[in-house]
């Protein structure tokens, strides 16, 4: 029987709310396919600077980099939102992914069929998306230095430096060529190269690495028009390549297609090995919701993804991760709808029994 370490940090407001019905569905999954999940839970974010003084320990550093994955809840609200407080809650999801070297974010965007009328865009304009959007998380103008700003006789100024090395792109892009290959085999490397020298590298390294994957079709595509094609034919992505800046603003767009962020997970990833497989950090795309948090009313739908995206990217266990989605897939299909997404004609469940459901269809 194969045994794997799993780190639960469930976080602040709904984090732990959705985290208890993920585990649900593991613990299920552990007795079907007959693995062992040993659960490990550690206090992060606001629940860690209440408990601890920091919103990250390096007692939990030390067991998240034993484990096979981290499952992470949320983190956040207005209890730790004081810009003045030395620790901060957020430090907690950026030290974990830091210590880990997880630098690849990919979120899916996968339109249930039954869900694209939830969407603001047009059902037909949909119709048949289904991409992985990957953002590069440790380079760029977010970590770039000079970062800065000062004081001059004519006012105020501040840079910020957007700075990428050839090992970086590399990378990255070595991520998405290889997800591309497991699924229709077209990636989408998306840049400023009409403008920015980066954009010129990034553009230069994708065309050599694409040498090596001559299965896989690469297309360049700047990151303005990106912008337009992402709500005018999203069907057209398979898998999105791109640095840190316009994937944190491309993978919130590609978000909303979907309509719900309670639907959306995603995961962090590091180095992997010849199998393609290797620690990761995987969360729902939303925050804690402090305006639901303690009702019953969040989705864990987002949650309970991530955790099937963990099986498969983490761990191998693909039939796992697809039976997982199996039955999210299934129990939409029934009409069941937690109160985010729940439509004319759909049953109202709280997040309890839409786990329950879930876990019931394994
Ligand atoms: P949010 O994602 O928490 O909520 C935005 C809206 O979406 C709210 O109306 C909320 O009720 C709804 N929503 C979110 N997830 C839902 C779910 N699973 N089911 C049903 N409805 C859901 O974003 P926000 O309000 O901007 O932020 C709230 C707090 O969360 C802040 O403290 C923020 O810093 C933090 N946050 C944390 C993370 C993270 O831990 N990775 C990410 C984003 C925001």
């Known amino acids: 029987m194969a045994s794997y370490r799993i780190l639960l940090t469930p976080g602040d407001g709904i984090g732990p709310e959705v985290i208890a019905e993920s585990l649900k569905v593991l613990e299920v999954v552990q007795k079907r396919f007959k693995h062992e999940f040993q659960f490990d839970e550690e206090q992060v974010g606001g629940a860690g600077i209440d408990a601890h003084g920091v919103a990250l320990r390096p007692e939990t550093v030390e067991k998240a980099k034993k484990a096979a994955a981290v499952l992470f809840g949320a983190v956040g609200g207005p209890k730790w939102d004081n810009p003045q407080a ?9 030290g974990l992914r830091k210590q880990l070297g997880l630098f690849a974010n990919l979120r899916p965007v996968r339109i249930h069929p039954l869900l694209a009328a939830d969407s603001t865009l047009k059902p037909e304009v949909l119709e048949g998306t289904d991409m992985v959007v990957i953002r590069e998380l440790t380079g760029g103008l977010y970590f770039g230095k000079p970062q800065k700003r000062w004081e001059t006789a004519r006012g105020r100024q501040a840079v910020d430096t957007l700075k990428y090395s050839e090992q970086e792109i590399d990378r990255i892009l070595r991520v998405g060529f290889n997800l591309a290959r497991q699924r229709r085999k077209k990636l989408t490397s998306v840049d400023k190269a009409n403008v920015l020298r980066t954009g010129q590298l990034w553009r230069e390294i994708a065309t050599e690495v694409g040498k090596e994957y001559p299965d896989v079709a ?22 999105i390549v791109t640095e840190n800046m316009f994937g944190d603003i491309l993978t919130d767009e590609a978000a909303m297609l979907s309509g719900s962020m309670g639907m959306m997970p995603s995961a962090s990833l590091g180095k992997r090995d010849r199998k393609g497989l ?25 949650m309970i993804l991530s955790a099937a995206m963990m099986l498969r990217l983490s761990m191998g266990l693909e039939k796992e991760a697809a039976a997982i989605e199996k039955a999210v897939d299934d129990v939409i299909a029934e009409g069941y ?26």
């Open 86 to 94: 030395i620790a901060r809650p957020e430090d907690a999801i950026l």
């Open 218 to 239: 690469l297309e360049h595509q700047l990151v303005d028009s990106c912008a337009m094609r992402l709500i005018r034919e999203p069907s057209s992505f398979d898998v």
């Open 278 to 302: 290797g620690i990761g950090l995987y969360e729902p795309i939303h925050g804690t919701a402090p305006d639901i948090a303690g009702q019953k009313k969040a989705n864990p739908l987002a």
């Open 337 to 362: 709808r937690t109160p985010d997404i729940a439509g004319t004609g759909s049953k109202t469940v709280n997040t309890i029994e839409m786990g329950d459901l879930v876990a019931g269809k394994l």
